[in-house]
Every structure is written in structure tokens, then in C-alpha cells.
């Protein structure tokens, strides 16, 4: 797992890089939709630190508003892919052509220097690795391993690659944390109501005057 706090324009921002996959990454920038929708791109600096954090290219490249709501609109229509291939849905057509269009730009490019690998691209070359991240799941034995993470508040998708497909959470640290603290008071409490009423039972009949 890779996590990473950045100090941008807006504050504190906290990326997290822990679903295996590119796409799945970037969907997870807007957290619990439909209840806080906490979005963590607000900036165009929230987007190019993202992008460099995530290591897709080595620097990140000049984002503009325009380009951050293209990348926006793009998250939410992989967003309505995924989750049509968690819930067996047919995808939507108007997000099949969003996506199928950003996917045909040339992704970043790779180039071999005596220091290693590198990788360069615009934003637009980014938003095509996952678009067609995005696309290879329907074709992938990623597809069948596809869950929603069990926190009622979490709205995150993740691979399952557990052994027997297990997994719960989308991460252990946050969502797992929290959900093993939960069944912790709740077996706390259903201890100290047993043993409050073995005591009440044990205690003797007052008597009568």
C-alpha cells in the first residue's frame, strides 16, 4: 500500500495508492459518494500532485481547470464502468464514448536513460492509461475479483486477490481498522450486559418485613 499526505493551495490532502490498479486509484479521489462526497481534487495542484505521486510519469505535467474537469468527468464515468461490472449491469453508452475517446490518445512514454526508466506525458496521455486501465477490466480475471468495500460509508472498489476472495475491506488500515474497533465494542458490551444480568440474577430476594 502507498500512501502519501501532500500540502497543497487547499490544505492537507491525503492520497492513498492501494487498489492494484491505476483506474481504481484515481476513482477513489472522491470518497463516501451520496453521503460527504469528499473530493479530494479541488485544485488543479491537487491533480498534478496526484498524478506525480502515483508515479504514472515521473513529473507531473501543467494542469489547467479545463483539463481537471475533463479528468473529473472521466473518474465519474469509470466510476459508473466499474460499478456496472460489480452489479452485472449493462454500462452506460454515453459513458462507454467518454471513455473510449479518452483512451485513444497515446498514452505516456516510456524512454530508457543511462539512470534508468522514465515516463513523460501531458494530461491527457495520463487520462489515457486510465481509460484504457479502465477498458482492459472488462476484458481481465480482474473483472471477477471486482468488490465493494463492506464500510457502509466507504464507496471504494477494490480487487480481491485474497485467497478464496475473502477480503472485506479495501484496505485494513482506515476501513479495516475501523470495522475490527467496531466488532470490539460490540463484543465489549455484549459482555458487560451478560455479566450484568448473571449479576442481578445472583443477587438475593430482599426480605420481606
Not at 502515483?54 to 464515468?77: C, F, H, M, Y
Not at 464500510?151 to 485467497?163: L, M, V
Not at 472485506?168 to 479495516?176: D, F, L, N, Q
Request: proline content about 5%; hydrophobic content about 35%.
Amino acid at each position: 500500500m502507498h500512501t502519501c499526505r501532500i500540502t497543497c493551495q487547499n490544505g492537507d490532502v491525503h492520497f492513498e495508492f492501494i487498489a492494484d490498479r491505476p483506474v481504481l486509484d484515481l476513482l477513489s479521489t472522491i470518497a463516501e459518494r451520496g453521503t460527504r462526497d469528499d473530493e479530494k481534487l479541488q485544485s488543479e495542484q491537487d491533480l498534478a500532485s496526484w498524478i506525480e505521486q502515483s508515479g504514472i510519469v515521473d513529473t507531473a505535467p501543467p494542469v489547467t481547470n479545463q483539463a481537471l474537469e475533463r479528468a473529473k468527468a472521466l473518474r465519474e464515468a469509470m466510476f459508473r464502468l466499474v460499478a456496472s461490472l460489480i452489479e452485472h449491469q449493462t454500462p452506460s453508452a454515453t459513458d462507454r464514448a467518454l471513455v473510449n475517446a479518452a483512451a485513444e490518445a497515446s498514452p505516456p512514454l516510456l524512454r530508457l536513460d543511462d539512470d534508468g526508466l522514465h515516463r513523460y506525458g501531458d494530461v491527457d496521455a495520463v487520462l489515457a492509461l486510465f481509460a484504457r486501465d479502465c477498458l482492459d477490466l472488462f476484458d481481465s480475471p480482474d473483472r471477477a475479483a471486482l468488490r465493494w468495500c463492506a464500510d457502509p460509508n466507504c464507496t471504494r472498489p477494490f480487487n480481491d486477490r485474497s485467497r478464496g476472495q475473502r477480503r472485506r475491506w479495501c484496505g485494513m488500515k482506515g476501513c479495516g481498522d475501523r470495522a475490527k474497533a467496531a466488532a470490539y465494542r460490540r463484543r465489549r458490551r455484549t459482555a458487560l450486559d451478560n455479566e450484568t444480568a448473571q449479576n442481578t440474577t445472583r443477587q438475593p430476594n430482599p426480605v420481606a418485613r
